[in-house]
């Protein structure tokens, strides 16, 4: 935990000078009759952000927070394993939305988590990877007319497009 | 009387068929969601919001204003049966409504949060109702550098008294500002951070996005972390009979209810402190005046009842100077005021003079919110407890597609959606380290406010922030901010000097 929380302000520290930096783009001084310039407002919060992470470090340092004080890891094996199967399969998930659409990558998404993840029988499985996605789309597209991505399966929709139209 | 005038046309609009069936199914969603662990109201606006698109305006806050209300019930319906507290306001009623269960009183817990609810609640609309209009009167003086010092206020609150670590505050806040600040400057018109040059960064960062990814996905990742599959569900049996049993015995605890409500009120109302610290408090005064101390943390009603009351009436609370001042007063509040935003409803004093109809529609439509909540409550535990036995590894995912969805449809662009996978991923590891993300949402929220606020004032200066000290109310609010800006240093060393 001890050298998470120092890797934490040093990261964000980087970030907050790559947000100054970034922020400079714009004038950060004063403009005769505009008054400060666009890049000033993010310029000091960054600069803000900066001192912040000196003083984070800082009390790193000197031992004062909790978890500068802590020796347990910052994440335990199981947790880990939690975290990166969850964020992993997440990532999969957004990522399919672009190949597959929202309506095949629910299912995917569903039939990884129930099945393989929750260890549920096939027919639960099937019963929520089958339904959701019928749902979301009355909701989304029929009820409110939000249009969500379909990737290649776009064409399939155009014939349920023309009943409900 | 004109209030009341006022508040009678309120009810009109209040129970028109549509916005009383958004009242009704809002409280009931909103139940729902903030009996779920890792949901509360804040995760429930940000999530539905998206979905109120289709209504008008008007009934669209009543609905998530119901969910919001509905959400600060339900978050007691978790925290008793399951000891995970359902959001971050229902951690007090942990403390007492837990062990009440692992007595076999679930009932009796479930029935004293609900009627608590209740009664801070119907306390605080009334508050609500009679403070309201003054306050908007004065707010109507309001100018740039006045603004600014009540932004100024809100952030210094959650330094002075929020009472988390001082520089990862500061950090959160100054990054939810920056992020505010992303995309066209409001003055000159130019691009303005806009990383790695994509276009989804034109628009801006929209505040759903970070609210979806902290209060969605990061606390999702957290609660699978913390229960690692291990929740444990109480068993409770309900009937009608015991309801009633419950209901008299509640009468005992009607003066804890009620300082509970007062206290949350006026808790709420401080921008930033909001429902959790709230809570708290009226917890810790609770177990201060009782003459049976030792029983808190064993199961003592008084317990549940006067967090339940407080974080109730300071949702209220938070309303107030999120409608009168435009400033909100709790993360929900902020996500609301972006709604507003959003439906052209610019929140302020000239909300009041403007939008009469609107205003007044919401807060009848919190009286009845109120009482729907209630009897939805006592009516479907039995159903909540069912749903809550569900494995989490069937509400996990539903969650995680709601959050999906729901950051894609305010923009309808992918690129939202990565980026709000990266800030639920980035905000997990950041509450691991115990780094405040509330500040953050508020920050995003508030920040395109609060820089025009700033660049107005210092324009009409001539560039001196002396002008934060020379106006009446703009000095008081300054100074009121720099007081709590400064709290902490004080309180460090009267610990070191002088205790």
Known sequence: ?165 | METLTLLIDGFAIAFEPLNLVLVIVGCALGLFIGAMPGLGSVNGVAILLPMTFLVPPTGAVIFLAAIYYGAMYGGAISSIMLGIPGASTAVATTFDGRPLALKGLADKALVAAATASFVGGTISVILFTLFAPPLAEVALTFGAPEIFALMLMAFATFVGLGGDDIPKTLFSICIGLVFGAVGLDIISGEPRLIFGGLPGFFHGINFLVLAIGIYGIAEMLWTIEVSQGEVMISQASVSFKRILANLRELKLTLKTMVMGSFLGYFVGILPAAGATPGALMAYGLAKTISKDRESFGKGNVDGVVAPEAANNAASTGAMLPMLTLGIPGSPTTAILLGGMVIWGLEPGPLLFVEHKEFVWGLIASLYAANLFSLLINIAFIPAFIWVLRLPFTILAPIIFILCIVGGFVPTMDMHDVWLMLIFGVVGYLMRKLNYPMAPAVLAIVLGPLAEPALRQSLLISGGSFSIFFTRPFASVISVLALILLLLPVAKLLYEKYLK
């Not at chain 1, 672009?98 to 019963?127: C, E, K």
């Open chain 1, 1 to 165: 935990m001890r050298m998470a929380e120092l890797v934490m302000g040093l990261v964000m520290g980087i970030f907050s000078i790559y947000l100054m930096w970034k922020s400079a783009e714009l004038p950060i001084g004063w403009i005769a009759g505009e008054g400060p310039g666009g890049g000033a407002w993010p310029f000091w919060l960054a600069a803000g952000m900066l001192c912040s992470c000196v003083a984070i470090i800082f009390r790193w340092a000197k031992h004062v927070t909790p978890e500068s004080q802590s020796d347990s890891p910052f994440m335990d094996r199981r947790s880990l394993k939690l975290f990166l199967l969850n964020a992993v399969a997440i990532t999969v998930f957004i990522g399919l939305f672009h190949i597959v659409g929202a309506y095949g990558a629910i299912p995917i998404f569903l039939i990884f988590y129930l099945r393989f993840m929750g260890g549920h029988s096939w027919g639960l499985t099937s019963a929520f990877a089958l339904s959701t996605p019928v749902i979301t789309f009355l909701f989304f597209e029929i009820a409110l007319q939000k249009t969500l991505p379909k990737g290649f399966t776009e064409p399939l929709f155009l014939p349920i497009f023309d009943f409900f139209y």
